[in-house]
């Protein structure tokens, strides 16, 4: 028979998760606005997907140019727009304000499973239902008033989803031994790479990580005989082999999207910014409440040096001056890093010769990047720490609140992550590897967008929490001691 204090909880998280619903789409019809680059382009793979049964931008041939879960979830949300789905056009539903609307309604779904999956681990570790509670309304409050995340339709929520899934099944695993639950980590997982494209790299490292962690540090040897590890890999190669089966068979690539080059060239070309420039980052990518009490007031910065002709004019994608520049084709005249680079994408002779010969052109600027890289080494591990510094700050505004907030969320993971080392604690290790890499990977190979870290703010607050709730029961020990 469920108790009254468990009766109590569940109105209780009922009544708030409706009061955040509530919150987030009023705020969502105030908002919303027309869909990004990145938003319109997941529509399009997701109208062709619902109205022509096939992954495509135009309907006509095959594509793999985003990652599929999302182009999934997607076409199910325009299949409700049924019958009206034939007569609408799919640059209507990145343009048309009412449309816009119907297709990031989806988000309050998430929104919901989120603050649903987050009080299921919170608990899961043994946390109070009080505590549990926070940790679910910080992350939800955050994206219904912030709201850049529910007026798109990226895949940083349903992956967030996807995490909190994977972190309670490997808990579930090392807490039962079942195998059908290493199964259905490996699963998930495969589902997350299908999602976004970086866990594919994320999963490549966690596994030889995993075997390192297990033989020289673990007491349990969870891993020792090594048919966990085949059967979590066997699981994962499921969905991931077979959409990556099916881009070679039908564009004659064994990949699960199509974008990686563009993106580690603008990482490479950013990597050759001067040291002023580099310093400069921390002020350029910090919040503004960062910026304007501390950069500003200490080491003199201002916004003048982001603008075109300052310092800092190179870390910044928004001049005037660079699209015309690209609009007349003088890429001798453009001065930000993003601009840059996306020009050589797509008019660098080395890379379009390339692309042209192997029909390849994301490969070839992958070839470009790389060497760009390799000959340039410890300023692309310079650049590694400005980046991380940036994939910190998912908030960028000038309230001081979610910048102390934002701090201690990412705190709590390289707390815990730490304590898993040095106490040997296979429940820590496996509750925050994977955010650790995914972290790692954006801080190494890309220019890591603050946007990014949206996958990582529903399970930040579960540390969060987890370690406010040991701290507590700590405090609380020491003090019935000392009374005694």
Partial sequence: MISKKSLFSLFLNCVILFGLLFLADKNLRINSKELT???????????????????????????????????????VNILRLQPEVNNI???????EPALILEMTKIN?????????LIFALTRK??????LATCASLIPITFFA????????????????????????????????????????????????????????????????????????????????????????VLAFTLPVASWMTRNYL??????????????????????????????????????????RSFFEKFFGYSEKDLSYGGSLQSLNRGHREDSLAI??????????????????????????????????RDQSSKGVALQMIVNHPLDHLKTSVLYGWRG???????NALPVLLTFSLYASLAILFGLSIIKKNDKLFFLTIIPVLYFLFHAFLTHFIPRYSGVLVPILSVYLFLIIYSLFNHLKRRFLVNHK
Wanted: glycine content about 6%; charged content about 15%; aromatic content about 16%.
């Fill in 392 to 398: 910190l700050w998912f908030y960028g505004g000038k």
């Fill in 250 to 291: 039908q564009a004659g690539k064994f990949s699960i999207t199509e974008r990686g080059g563009e993106v580690l060239l603008i990482r490479a070309v950013k990597n050759q910014m001067n040291s002023d420039e580099f310093w400069g980052g921390f002020y350029a990518y910090a919040p503004e409440a960062l910026q």
């Fill in 37 to 75: 680059k990145d938003s319109l382009e997941s529509i399009y793979l997701a109208y062709f997907l619902a109205t022509e049964g096939f992954h495509s931008m135009d309907g006509e041939s095959p594509s793999y140019f985003r990652e599929p879960v999302i182009s999934a979830l997607n076409a």
């Fill in 145 to 232: 008033i912030f709201t850049s995340y529910i007026t798109s339709v990226n895949s940083e929520l349903p992956s967030a989803i996807l995490l909190l899934i994977l972190t309670l099944f490997l808990l579930l695993y090392l807490e039962t031994k079942q195998k059908r639950y290493l199964i259905y980590s490996g699963l998930t997982l495969g589902l997350l790479a299908l999602t976004k494209a970086v866990f594919l790299y994320v999963f490549i490292v966690f596994i030889p990580t995993l075997i390192l962690y297990d033989y020289f540090i673990s007491r349990s040897r969870n891993f020792v005989k090594y048919w966990p590890i085949a059967l979590l």
């Fill in 327 to 360: 609009a007349q084709g003088r890429g001798e005249d453009i001065v930000s890093y993003l601009r840059i680079a996306q020009y050589k994408f797509r008019n660098d002779s080395q890379i379009v010769v390339a692309g042209e010969a192997s029909q390849d």
């Fill in 125 to 130: 570790l043994g946390v109070s239902r009080f």
């Fill in 89 to 95: 056009k799919p640059s209507d539903l990145g343009q």
């Fill in 108 to 116: 309050l779904l998430y929104l919901s499973v989120i603050y649903v």
